[in-house]
Nanobody, 127 residues
Framework: QAELEESGGGSVHAGGSLRLSCTSS??????????LAWFRQSPGTEREAVAG???????YYSDSAKGRFAISLDQASNTVNLQMNNLKPNDTGMYYC???????????????????WGQGTQVTVSS
């Protein structure tokens, strides 16, 4: 069983919106106290960082996500949300939530520095 669980994926037309959520199946893993990021991957491409939130304070976005996506933490429900607006066909992919608790990633976008992963949720944007 993955330590993180994503939900909220689906199929939309270009210009549409989706809200992804990430929760933890581990009662000891508080998402406000970890380094967490959303990644996406399409077939034949490398995993790409989209947005990150570190200890509920530092926020990061990829250039493609800036101005369209918003990452937020709901401490009461221990959930990290990714609001995605004005979606484009090249946003299509499997979206993964990843986290690490014991050490700050060398770069927020470095997937190999994250130890907890979810199984992903599919986002499909049609033109």
């Amino acid at each position: 069983q993955a330590e993180l669980e994503e939900s909220g994926g689906g199929s939309v037309h270009a210009g549409g919106s989706l809200r992804l959520s990430c929760t933890s199946s581990l009662s000891s893993l508080k998402l406000s106290e970890v380094y967490l990021a959303w990644f996406r991957q399409s077939p034949g491409t490398e995993r790409e960082a989209v947005a990150g939130v570190f200890h509920a304070i530092d926020i990061y976005y990829s250039d493609s996500a800036k101005g369209r996506f918003a990452i937020s933490l709901d401490q009461a429900s221990n959930t990290v949300n990714l609001q995605m607006n004005n979606l484009k066909p090249n946003d299509t992919g499997m979206y993964y939530c990843a986290a690490v608790a014991w050490r700050r990633p060398r770069r927020w976008s470095l997937s190999s520095d994250y130890t907890y992963w979810g199984q992903g949720t599919q986002v499909t944007v049609s033109s």
